[in-house]
């Protein structure tokens, strides 16, 4: 990375620890997060117990974003918390993975708990990091640096993906599938210490820390209402919810319903962060260009149609295309609607409305699993429509539907109401979809390494 990304060579070895942060983060995510839905299924969790999973923890880690900004505020500092935070999430790795076993009468509820106070720590990072961030990365490069960085993550994500179900595959031949989970979340603890020597050399600058005071006046939620930020947030909540609702038993369907293998399950999964590796620059680039606002809306109207393909083809291949698509339309979803909450609030409100936001996340989050998980466990596989017979080979597929239509339903309600926050050239979403069509993934990678060639030259 011998490329500078700030004049400042403090600023510019901060950001290079940050990328390196991120990439260790992400092996840890990869190789651990992705595959705890599937230990679960291993532990003989229910559909409903996936839905708590998914639910329960995100609801309290993002109350734990709130707890973060009061204690910035507490003790002034940014860097003691972040530290702290992932030392200790790396640590939640082992009960994570010793407990179930040690207790077997109560391993879903353990790993619950597990999960829980892993992503409390981890989003009890969230404001402190995000405040950190937004000081060291110049706005005008911000797209383009958090697109570089975001796709350096996401191809570790996706090498460590593949590394993850590989293991598994290997030890499940050999009905050895505990090994191999044991495995992988040693490497996720590892990962996450990496993570943590980086965050370490990372420069703390002076600057806004996040905190916020409580409680907050009556006048400060009035003025709250009806601004750009609460429209958004509505919009991000409610588009959670829906999402939600499905997501989470995404891969309780192939595993469960379709019996995949673990590399079945690992290409299927590691085909969306490949997509994302593939497009995250071309997004950077354009938000920068046109903002973050008209991306937000061209991936809003395509990502409600995600869900609703699963249900018309079981066919491996078909899933791998459909999984591709999907990567593509949530890079540019994901990174449009992070650059958009540093583009709508003041440096020094960051902390206090970024822990706000994340709260109604979490709640739309959990909402949205308990809906999710309830549904799968009582909807009908057989139904009976304009006389006709419907018979389901999961009931799945409805939790699927209603995912789609309330996806649909958010995104032409709410997103036609959020405006765009700074000063950019207009584009139709027409004219977006062409530039962002028009390049094939080889095409763009020439035009990336052209564009920093000229870059160098004129720096030089």
Not at 35 to 60: D, R
Request: charged fraction near 15%; hydrophobic fraction near 50%.
């Amino acid at each position: 990375m011998a490329r500078r990304i700030s004049r400042d060579p403090v600023v510019d070895r901060s950001l290079k620890h940050s990328v390196r942060d991120g990439a260790a983060y992400s092996v840890m995510a990869g190789i651990g997060e992705s595959y705890l839905t599937p230990f679960a299924l291993f532990l003989k969790a229910s559909t409903a117990e996936i839905g708590f999973l998914t639910s329960v923890p995100a609801l309290l880690a993002s109350f734990a974003q709130l707890f973060s900004a009061w204690l910035g505020h507490r003790i002034g500092r940014r860097r003691g918390i972040i530290l702290a935070g992932a030392f200790l999430q790396a640590l939640v790795w082992l009960p994570l993975a010793i407990l179930p076993l040690l207790f077997p009468e109560h391993d879903v509820l353990l790993l619950i708990v597990c999960v829980t106070f892993y992503y409390v720590l981890g989003n009890l990072i969230q404001p402190q990091w995000g405040s950190l961030m937004g000081d060291l990365v110049a706005e005008k490069r911000r797209g383009r640096y958090f697109a570089m960085r975001t796709r350096i993550c996401s191809f570790t994500s996706f090498a460590s993906l593949v590394g993850g179900g590989l293991i598994l595959q290997y030890f499940d031949k050999s009905s050895q599938a505990l090994t191999g989970y044991l495995i992988l979340f040693a490497i996720a603890f590892v990962a996450r210490l990496v993570s943590f020597y980086f965050l370490v050399r990372m420069h703390e600058p002076t600057g806004n820390v996040a905190s916020i005071e409580v409680p907050v006046s009556s006048s400060w939620w009035q003025s709250l209402r009806g601004s750009q930020f609460a429209r958004f947030s509505l919009f991000f909540t409610l588009m959670q919810f829906s999402v939600s609702i499905a997501g989470p038993f995404f891969s309780v369907y192939m595993l469960r319903d379709l019996n995949f293998s673990y590399v079945e399950l690992m290409i299927c999964l590691s085909a969306t962060v490949l997509m994302q590796f593939v497009t995250l620059n071309r997004w950077g680039y354009l938000a920068d260009r046109f903002g973050n606002r008209v991306i937000l809306f061209t991936c809003g109207l395509l990502i409600p149609v995600v869900p609703l393909l699963w249900v018309f083809s079981v066919n491996f291949y078909y899933l791998i295309a459909l999984q591709l698509f999907a990567g593509m339309v949530w890079a540019g979803f994901s990174l449009s609607a992070s650059n958009f909450l540093y583009d709508l609030i003041a440096t020094h409100k960051r902390a206090t409305y970024m822990a706000i936001h994340n709260v109604f996340v979490g709640i739309g989050v959990f909402f949205g699993a308990i809906l999710g998980g309830y549904l799968g466990m009582h909807l009908p596989k057989d139904y009976a429509l304009f006389g006709m017979e419907i018979h389901w080979m999961t009931n799945l597929y409805g939790i699927f539907i209603l995912s789609f239509a309330l996806r649909l339903i958010t995104v032409l309600w709410l997103l036609p109401y959020v405006k765009e926050a700074r000063k950019v050239r207009p584009i139709t979403v027409s004219q977006l979809i062409f530039r962002v069509g028009r390049f094939s993934s080889v095409s763009g990678l020439i035009f990336d390494i052209i564009a920093n060639r000229k870059k160098q030259r004129v720096n030089s």
